[in-house]
């Protein structure tokens, strides 16, 4: 081989490192490809609220129960009230003994912003996962999409950079909370049809979730449908293909996922056997469950 074809070689494998490492700052395909054949534990969880929706057990796919706030506050509270005690033990006395996970959802809460606002927000939390836990010492409560907060346009951003530092330094005022539940809920719902950045959001809240987790299980929400606050796309069905990268994504980098959806308009929307986020689910099941270890008969915390 002369010197001017080594040159060339050298400038070759040289560029293509380069471009190796410039392509993202964490590893992933956009592509909608299988999971690894590797075996772990991995669990889904069903939030739908469908109705005559059928039993998912055949597919090993877990029911999870989801406190809303229209079941902890009364009508009309105002928004930086707590809910009533009475209610939210009443709730978790209900639940003793479950062996599927409670999660709380209240967003009325802020969570970045004014210093004393968020320490108020922090010290709601923690009273209500006191008042739940005094009820149900043994179920595993987590809050949903709280810790990390589920902000895009911060998380996409190079983490090196002022606007991811400064994201994580919100979550960092959030602590309390993420110490007080037994798993992370990241919520990494879709946004824009930009396939490559959702990856990048739904990393990098997977991601940040572990760090503030200290080891407990990460389980992240996924809707098959865009986010209403899309104008042009909101509430639209995503395509299967990009359907079943999200849920691949989930399953190389979290320990679990929670599918919401089902709500519409005007209520439960009916449940569709054929729809194709569900058939799409369906295969992603039979993929997994080839070799997924079986999750345990209990997520009680011990």
Known sequence: MGR????????????????????????????????????????????????????????????ITLLYESRLFVPNQLPASMPPETIVRTLASELHGSPEPVVLDIERWPLKGDGVAVQSTVDKFVSVLLWVKDEAPGVPFGVYGTVPI?????????????????????????ERI?????????????????????VTYAIAQIVEAKRKAKGKPVYAFLWPQYHESNRLLGLHPLDPDYWELQLNTVYQHADGVVIWGGWGTNGPEPWNEEAPWWQTTKRFMNRINHFTPPPPTSLKVQ
């Not at 190796?20 to 964490?26: E, F, K, P």
């Not at 998380?155 to 919100?170: G, L």
């Open 4 to 63: 001017g074809s080594i040159k060339l070689l050298l400038f070759i494998l040289v560029g293509t490192a380069v471009a190796g490492l410039s392509l993202s700052r964490y590893s992933y395909s956009i592509e909608p490809t299988g999971p690894a054949a590797v075996p772990r534990s991995f669990v889904v969880f069903d939030g739908t609220l469908y109705k005559d929706k059928p039993s998912l057990d055949a597919y090993r796919i877990r029911p």
């Open 150 to 174: 589920p902000d895009y346009w911060r998380a996409i951003r190079d983490p090196a950079s002022e606007e991811f530092r400064s994201w994580q330094r919100d979550n960092d005022r959030l």
């Open 178 to 198: 993420s110490d007080r539940v037994d798993a992370l809920y990241p919520s990494i719902y879709t946004f824009y049809p930009d396939r490559q950045n959702w």
